[in-house]
């Protein structure tokens, strides 16, 4: 079993930054890979940004290319999502996602058996 839990987000205005942080706990797996989704109000869940067991890929998605940056800090069994240049339209629930054993990068929420509860994101205009 792996516990996620994200930390790092607020209220804050457009073009601001924030860094969410998602720290895994409980029976850790030798190879997981990693992923944020988040659900804005009446949206389904999306994909935002993957790392790869050692951090040797990454995905992001279009919407935030550039702006965003996922990354892991093995030591520390966490990730981070590194936000800039926040819009309106990044106002959403974050999820961390995990998935063990699992060697690549995944962008499918199916793809993954573990997440967090979530941490909000707010961008005021």
């Known amino acids: 079993q792996v516990q996620l839990v994200e930390s790092g987000g607020g209220l804050v205005q457009a073009g601001d930054s924030l860094r969410l942080s998602c720290a895994a706990s409980g029976r850790t797996y030798s190879t997981y890979a990693m992923g944020w989704f988040r659900q804005g109000p009446g949206k389904e869940r999306e994909f935002v940004a993957a790392?790869?067991?050692?951090?040797?890929?990454?995905s992001h998605a279009d919407s935030v290319k550039g702006r965003f940056t996922i990354s892991r800090d093995f030591a520390k069994n966490t990730v981070h999502l590194q936000m800039n240049s926040l819009k309106p339209e990044d106002t959403a629930v974050y999820y961390c996602a995990a998935e063990p054993q699992a060697m690549g990068v995944m962008t499918y929420t199916y793809e993954y058996e573990y997440w967090g509860q979530g941490t909000q994101v707010t961008v005021s205009s």
């Open positions: 790392i790869s067991w050692n951090g040797g890929s990454t």
